[in-house]
């Protein structure tokens, strides 16, 4: 298959380009200030009307888009309408190269921050509340993301996928993702600070197996919203099982009273039963 990848140099995009380099033609969206394309590279920053401009000269075949650009939420940001703004400008960007490329299939990496931080369950047709989660902002733009195609698109063949994906952990990713930032002070200190006394639960998903359900996505039909994870841990549990994997005897958890203690709970049936019906 003939596939394009934004995002290729993210956290994801980097080990999916790997994988699907196995057998498809990659063509790789990398961010940066100066268009500039290299083979299957091409230096496009989706924010930049004149880097797609560019980019919409290309010639390239395409059955696959995978969205994996964003810009993610970070203690620098999270606050500024930018985060918001900027996600959506390559959502009307993306639109412009489905517009031009003409491919079979969306998938449209979206994220579990579109649901509220408060106890529940949560399944794809789910309470939306972003405001109610410290990355709103973001979650914000992955709705509307979300949306925005589903608008443009409601009278297409044009097959969407909306992965709503949880916290992904694995080597490489960002030193400000709770894996790490739990990894790094067991090392430094030999303890874990685990705050909301450990009480708060989320969804947590290993990269090789997020890569895995993503090749399914692309090798089979799955149009609508999918959330997609591994298994719902309280923070207590996840600083208890890196201790287990990396600590020793000595090694401790320190809980703290303040902080977030929602019990968030994410239901990714949906998925799995879908994977069942295709006898996977």
Do not use: W
Not at 227 to 255: F, M
């Amino acid at each position: 298959m003939n596939i394009i990848i934004t995002g290729a140099k993210g956290f994801i995009g980097k080990i999916l380009v790997k994988k699907l380099n196995e057998n498809n033609n990659v063509v790789r969206l990398i961010n940066g200030n100066s268009y500039f394309k290299n083979d299957n590279e091409i230096i496009c920053n989706l924010i930049d009307e004149n880097h797609v401009s560019s980019f919409l000269e290309e010639d390239i075949e395409v059955d696959v888009i995978i969205h994996a650009a964003s810009i993610l939420a970070s203690s620098k940001n999270i606050n500024h309408l930018s985060l918001f703004y900027d996600n959506i400008k390559m959502y009307e960007n993306l639109l412009l190269i489905i517009e031009k490329y003409n491919p079979k299939k969306v998938l449209n990496l979206s994220s579990i921050a579109v649901y509220p931080n408060k106890d529940g369950e949560y399944f794809e047709n789910s309470e939306i509340k972003p405001s109610l989660n410290n990355e709103g902002l973001y979650g914000l733009s992955k709705f509307c993301g979300e949306n925005i195609l589903d608008f443009f698109y409601k009278n297409s063949s044009l097959c969407i996928t909306h992965l709503r994906i949880s916290q992904v952990y694995g080597k490489g990713v960002r030193d400000d993702r709770i894996f790490k930032i739990m990894r790094k002070e067991l090392e430094d200190v030999n303890s874990i600070t685990v705050f909301g006394e450990g009480r708060r639960v989320s969804n947590f998903i290993e990269i090789n197996s997020l890569i895995e359900k993503l090749v399914y996505c692309i090798e089979n039909t799955l149009p609508g919203i999918f959330n997609i994870g591994d298994k719902n841990l309280s923070y207590y549990d996840l600083a208890q099982d890196i201790i287990d994997k990396h600590g020793n005897l000595k090694s401790t958890i320190k809980l703290v009273d303040k902080g977030v203690a929602s019990k968030t709970y994410i239901n990714c049936e949906k998925f799995k039963n879908k994977r069942t019906e295709y006898g996977m």
